[in-house]
């Protein structure tokens, strides 16, 4: 969909902040704006256009290798699942 308006930003702040104030509409992940869902200060429109937004945990040596690095990311994976809701797939390590 190609949208035009005298208003564009690529800041996520800075287009949450406009369509706060009602002057438009932004793209963002859900998890993001749950807050201001769940308040009322903004409603989702054109759901068919929703995207996903995977959130990632890089590192650079095997998983099993590390307990520190293993307990973080275990860590991280279960606090992104109670704050931010369960993915459709679970938590993978790859």
């Excluded at 009322?40 to 095997?62: C, D, T």
């Amino acid at each position: 969909m190609k949208v035009s308006g005298h208003l564009s930003s690529n800041s996520g702040e800075i287009v949450l902040q406009w369509a706060l104030e009602g002057k438009g509409i932004m793209l963002r992940s859900e998890w993001d704006v749950l807050p201001f869902l769940e308040s009322g200060k903004l409603v989702q429109v054109l759901p068919e256009y929703a995207q996903s937004a995977n959130i990632w945990a890089v590192y650079r040596e095997p998983l099993y290798r590390s307990m520190k690095l293993r307990v973080c990311v275990e860590f991280l994976a279960a606090w992104c699942q109670q704050r931010l809701g369960k993915p459709d797939e679970g938590y993978q390590v790859m």
